[in-house]
């Protein structure tokens, strides 16, 4: 693939949800707006903000998995090729992983074993190695999910998408629950993915994580992307990014002095923000 041309590229995407109110009276809730990003093969970006801003949104709208309510806008194209919902479905668990946050996407009837496994020739070799690093031995692949502990189900999510063969890897918090070795070996397998040419998308709300793996973050507030920035650069000082939500989350970290996020200047920011879209309601 031309490295010129992104892996994924996503243009003014917007998602809203159709609700309804008193006497049935429709209206539409904005969850993301005008979101733009573009990860090139071999490259990790990890989308960062609190929980609840809307980031896994983003991961289930490029699998095509939104919810039938869903309105969504803007473009989202895989290798130059647009995203359609027939493409998107060809595409998912094929050349687009998903290590989704819930275990519950296991699939309740099939052996572990049987989910990591790799219909691709090419990958099979693989397998055996991803199981010995995540300790998933004999004794796992033979269990079902709801015999499994919340973390070895964690692993064995991890081990469906590392054996997949995908080209791009959307990584959705997929650390929660594991021991730091675990941690490890995530980081360790979605950067060796990387420098074999797949792009990984991590979304997280531990900025931490995201300085230790990313290459570029995109700091993610109320549905909307502030900045892109270099990683090394936001991680070595919050004079290397522009916006005061950004900035904020830096000075929020522990090591930064743990302030709290509610500064003047971000609190600037967030009553003109509500003010703006008090007003275009």
């Known amino acids: 693939m031309d490295q010129k041309i992104p892996l994924l590229e996503v243009e003014n995407f917007s998602v809203a949800f159709k609700q309804y109110g008193k006497g049935l009276h429709q209206n539409a809730a904005q969850v993301i707006s005008n979101f733009s990003l573009a ?21 289930h709208a490029i699998l095509g998995i939104l919810p039938s309510n869903a309105i969504t806008s803007g473009s989202i194209k895989y290798k130059g090729e647009e995203l359609t919902p ?22 309740p009837l099939m052996k572990s074993g049987k989910q990591i496994d790799s219909p691709l020739k090419s990958v099979k070799s693989a397998v055996k190695s991803v199981m010995d690093r995540f300790q998933l031995g004999n004794d796992v692949k033979s269990k079902y999910p709801f015999q499994l502990s919340g973390g070895m189900a964690r692993r064995v999510l991890i081990g469906t ?11 959705d918090e997929p650390t929660p629950g594991l021991h730091k070795s675990m941690v490890d070996e995530t ?20 900025i931490d994580l995201a300085f230790i793996i990313a290459d570029k973050i995109a700091v993610f507030n109320n549905g909307v992307s502030v900045e ?36 003047k200047d971000y609190g600037d920011y967030l009553n003109r923000t509500n003010s703006e879209q008090g007003g275009e309601k």
């Open 161 to 171: 998408a590392l054996t997949s063969g995908a080209d791009l890897i959307i990584a």
């Open 86 to 107: 027939k493409k998107k479905e060809e595409l998912r668990g094929r050349q687009i992983s998903l290590i989704p946050q819930s275990v519950g996407y296991l699939d």
């Open 187 to 206: 980081l360790s397998s979605l950067k060796e993915l990387a420098g074999k040419g797949r792009g990984i998308l991590m979304i997280t709300h531990d």
């Open 228 to 263: 892109i920035v270099e990683a090394k650069a936001f991680e070595a000082s919050p004079d290397n990014v522009k916006h005061p939500y950004s900035k904020a989350l830096w000075h929020a970290l522990p090591q930064n002095g743990f302030h709290s996020i509610r500064n």
């Open 39 to 59: 990860l090139y093969p071999g490259e990790i970006m990890a989308i960062v903000g609190a929980s609840g801003s809307g980031k896994s949104l983003l991961a």
